[in-house]
């Protein structure tokens, strides 16, 4: 891991701030810089797919450095990491939504191509209200957090005046894909462009797909609701034919111990 040494930034750095992922090969680990930039990175010997957040690890350096309810930031070094699970992407959406409004800036750094259209996506369905940036190493980052900390310098928003020009298709062709893959907004008709744009077809074509899709999903979700229903349904007359035959036993218990009770008295009577 490359390093930016700077006598003013105060580094922060324990033991059992890490976490090992044995079955993906690395180990994560987390320090906090200046106070309220949360610095992490993972430990390998070759290219790993990341399988999810480390969430409790995250909450653990927060709540120890006191920042459970203050602004912090965040640099996340991706050197050696070619990809990231469907879990961990739901994790990154479950940060940006519901960590406000402490989380203000995210920048990745060391980022790999294969990486790049993920952190793409990863951008174009974040709030507007956060910062994220991306760097080529270790001491930009920190210069670019430090950037928004002070001047409050961050990424720029895309012109969503006219969504389809040729230089903001691309980001709005991979929010589109993200909404449906990350955030399941399948329920949320996607934009396309009029009919004499080069691109309509490729996104009346990803809207077809979408409207299938979330056919698919409320037809799904019909037939759970069927099988619960049904299931309900059946531990019902289950609990009805139970309690009637612990009725039954009941009885037959009764008249059991009566005939019991009539043999000793009859034997009892006997030996008189």
Request: glycine fraction near 2%; hydrophobic fraction near 40%.
């Amino acid at each position: 891991m490359a390093t930016f040494k700077s006598p003013r930034l105060k580094i922060v750095e324990k033991r059992n701030w890490s976490n090992r992922h044995p079955d993906a090969g690395y180990t994560k680990h987390v320090r906090l810089i200046d106070s309220d930039i949360v610095h992490t990175w993972v430990e390998s010997e070759q290219d790993i797919v990341m399988d999810f957040m480390d969430v409790e690890l995250l909450k653990l350096v927060l709540e120890e450095c006191g920042l459970m309810d203050k602004p912090f930031n965040i640099i996340f070094d991706l050197n050696n990491v070619s990809d990231i699970s469907y879990r961990y992407k739901k994790s990154i959406t479950d940060l940006l939504f519901n960590w406000e409004p402490y989380l203000g800036c995210i920048c990745f750094f060391q980022v790999s191509s294969s990486m790049k259209l993920i952190l793409a996506s990863f951008t174009s369905v974040a709030p507007e209200k956060f910062c994220i940036v991306q760097a080529e190493t270790y001491k930009d980052a920190l210069q670019k957090i430090q950037a928004y900390k002070t001047e409050g310098i961050c990424r720029d928003n895309p012109d969503t005046s006219n969504a389809f020009d040729n230089s903001d298709v691309r980001q709005q062709f991979i929010s589109a894909i993200a909404k449906i893959s990350w955030l399941n907004m399948l329920d949320v008709p996607i934009s396309i462009p009029p009919s004499d744009s080069i691109y309509f077809h490729f996104f009346r074509s990803l809207e077809s797909l979408r409207r299938d899709l979330w056919e698919k999903e409320t037809e799904r979700e019909k037939e759970t609701a069927q099988l619960r229903q049904e299931c309900e349904n059946r531990i019902t007359q289950m609990t009805i034919k139970m309690n009637a035959q612990t009725e039954v036993n009941k009885k037959a218990s009764q008249q059991l111990k009566m005939e019991i009770d009539e043999l000793k008295t009859r034997v009892a009577t006997q030996d008189m």
